[in-house]
Structure formats: structure tokens, C-alpha cells
């Protein structure tokens, strides 16, 4: 069997509740070396940054970049040069250029770049697919709510440019409906709700359109207590399919099928495995668009009402 040696750049929340316990599911993958410079993990060798890690550790197959959003272009960058895989939590990036430009260098240099959307590997994702192939969407309804105190506590990035405010969770869902959509989509209107001082939003209205009219309304807010409310509702000709606990809960017109405990950083780290054996990228910047959309007509329509 394939074996490959990872190092993670950022120790931080996800890591924690997410990506150790993942990693250590995942037969052929071996977390061998951190980098950060406020935190290291016991029995791991720790490093406080990246160059150093890379340095240090020369015989990395890849590397997986946690960190908050606005520094994973230059770490990915860093990384990709020096012939690593690299693994990018969502989103891959603060723009739409910097996510671009690590997809063409990956290419040029033909290594592995994985944008780890990791929502579509919820449990309920794959059955959801299975049954809309052979449906028509009339449309779509997401509530996306959780309370950014519990699930970004002391993260004053998130509220800085390039730390997304809600859409963070948002796009969760953005790539859960892009995947699960058999047409693309297009947005018509945003209203986002941006606290002063910050230069992201804490809440988003977000309605979307396909080309034939179909309807596609996004509710995203970081002011719901919790427990959050991660949910979507798929209308076809022919049945009602609701997504609950962010894909955890599938249930089809009204019968759950699927209610299962949250794995997706599992799935995350399974395909990464098959995509570092196959040698092939995975990057997917659809969900990131939409939100760069979102971004310049929402803030677009915020001066017009300044001005008027």
C-alpha cells in the first residue's frame, strides 16, 4: 500500500476537532511535522513556520494548509515549489486569483493541488446525487445560521478582509449546491449585512437564478445560537429532497433515510489519499465564485444606498 508523509501548516481549531482525528483514520497517510509559531502537537515534531518545516523534513509528500484564509496563497505557493502536494482547507483561497494561480502552478509543476470542500463529503451528499440525476429542480431554499461566538471564538481575522465574515460557513453550503445541481446558477441580488469596523458580513441574503428561471435562495448568518442550523431543501417535479445538520440528515419527500454522525473530514482525507496515488489535482472553485459575486454586488448595492 502507498504511504505518504503530511505536515500541516496551522494548529488551530479545524486541526484540533477536525483533521488529527481524520488523519488517523485514513490508512497510508502519516502526520509526521507540524509548522506554527503559537502551538505544536505532542509527539509531532513542531516547527514555527513553513520553510523551516520543509527544511527540516525534506522527504514530505505533502502538506496541508489550515491556516486562516488571507495567508494560504504564499503557503501554498511555498509549498507547490518545492515539488509537495498540498491540501487547501476551504476556502482555497482569499480570491479568485490566488485560488487560480496555485491551480496553474500545481499544473505547471504537476503536482497534487486538493481544494478540500469538505461538506460534500457529508454522509448524506452521495444518496442526494444518486436520487435528483433523474429529477428536475424547480428550486432551492438554504438556511445556513450557526453562532460565529461558538465556531470562530477569538478569530478577529474572520471580521479582517480576506476572512469572509459568514460567508466562512457560507460556502459550505455554496459547495454542497454546486455539486448537487445539474445546471449552473447565476446570482441576481445580495443584501449583506457588514458591522462597522468590519470589513466582512455577519449576515448574507443571497438569490440566485439558473438560465431557465429556476430559483436558488441562500440565508446565511452568524447571529443564530446554537445548536447551528445547517440546512437545504431541494425541490423537483416529483419530490422534495431536505438536507438537515449540514448533510448529516437526508431526508427524502418526508421519510429520513440517512441520519448519521458528521465524518467529512474522513472523506476529505480518503480522496486526498486516492488523489495522491493517481498523482491527479482536484480543485474546484465554483463555491469561491459565487461568493466573489456576492461579494462585489452586495457591496456594490451597500454605497448605492449610501449615496441615495
Same mark, same amino acid.
Given at each position: 500500500?502507498?504511504?505518504f508523509?503530511l505536515g500541516?501548516?496551522?494548529?488551530g481549531? $479545524? ?5 488529527l ?21 505532542p509527539? =509531532?515534531?513542531?516547527?514555527? @513556520? ?14 496541508? =494548509?489550515?491556516t ?11 509549498? /507547490? ?7 487547501? #482547507? ?9 485560488t487560480? &494561480? ?10 497534487? /493541488? ?22 428536475? *429542480?424547480?428550486?432551492?431554499?438554504? &438556511? ?8 470562530? !471564538?477569538?478569530? &478577529? ?34 443584501? /449583506?449585512e457588514? !458591522? ?9 441574503k ?19 445560537? @446554537?445548536?447551528?442550523?445547517? &440546512?437545504?431543501? =431541494? ?6 429532497l431536505t ?5 448529516a ?6 421519510? *429520513?433515510v440517512? @441520519? ?7 472523506? *476529505?482525507?480518503?480522496?486526498?489519499? #486516492? ?8 480543485v474546484? $472553485? ?20 449610501f449615496?441615495?
Amino acid at each position: 500500500m502507498s504511504h505518504f508523509r503530511l505536515g500541516i501548516v496551522g494548529v488551530g481549531k $479545524i486541526v484540533r476537532d477536525q483533521h488529527l482525528a481524520a488523519i488517523e483514520a485514513t490508512p497510508g497517510i502519516e502526520l509526521v511535522a507540524v509548522a506554527d509559531p503559537f502551538a505544536e502537537l505532542p509527539g =509531532i515534531a513542531g516547527y514555527a @513556520d513553513l520553510a523551516a518545516m520543509l527544511e527540516a523534513e525534506p522527504d514530505l509528500d505533502a502538506i496541508a =494548509i489550515c491556516t486562516p484564509t488571507h495567508l494560504r496563497h504564499e503557503l501554498a505557493r511555498q509549498a /507547490l515549489v518545492h515539488g509537495k502536494a498540498v491540501l487547501l #482547507e476551504k476556502p482555497p483561497g482569499a480570491t479568485l486569483a490566488e485560488t487560480e &494561480d496555485l491551480k496553474a502552478l500545481a499544473e505547471a509543476n504537476g503536482s497534487v /493541488l486538493f481544494a478540500a470542500w469538505h461538506s460534500r463529503f457529508a454522509p448524506g451528499i452521495r444518496r442526494a446525487l444518486d436520487w435528483l440525476k433523474d429529477r428536475t *429542480v424547480t428550486a432551492v431554499t438554504i &438556511d445556513w445560521h450557526e453562532d460565529v461566538r461558538v465556531w470562530h !471564538p477569538g478569530q &478577529d481575522w474572520i471580521w479582517a478582509a480576506g476572512g469572509m465574515g459568514v460567508f466562512d460557513p457560507g460556502i459550505n453550503a455554496l459547495s454542497i449546491i454546486t455539486q448537487l445541481m445539474p445546471a449552473p446558477f447565476f446570482l441576481k441580488h445580495a443584501d /449583506l449585512e457588514v !458591522p462597522e469596523n468590519c470589513q466582512t458580513p455577519i449576515a448574507a441574503k443571497l438569490s440566485f437564478s439558473t438560465a431557465d428561471g429556476v430559483a436558488v435562495d441562500a440565508d446565511f448568518d452568524f447571529r443564530h445560537e @446554537d445548536p447551528p442550523r445547517w &440546512d437545504m431543501r =431541494i425541490e423537483t417535479e416529483t419530490g422534495v429532497l431536505t438536507l438537515e445538520g449540514g448533510g448529516a440528515r437526508l431526508i427524502l419527500d418526508g421519510d *429520513v433515510v440517512i @441520519d448519521e454522525p458528521e465524518r467529512e473530514y474522513q472523506g *476529505v482525507y480518503a480522496h486526498f489519499f #486516492e488523489l495522491l496515488k493517481a498523482g491527479e489535482s482536484d480543485v474546484d $472553485i465554483a463555491p469561491l465564485r459565487h461568493l466573489a459575486d456576492a461579494a462585489l454586488l452586495g457591496h456594490r448595492r451597500t454605497v448605492e444606498a449610501f449615496i441615495e
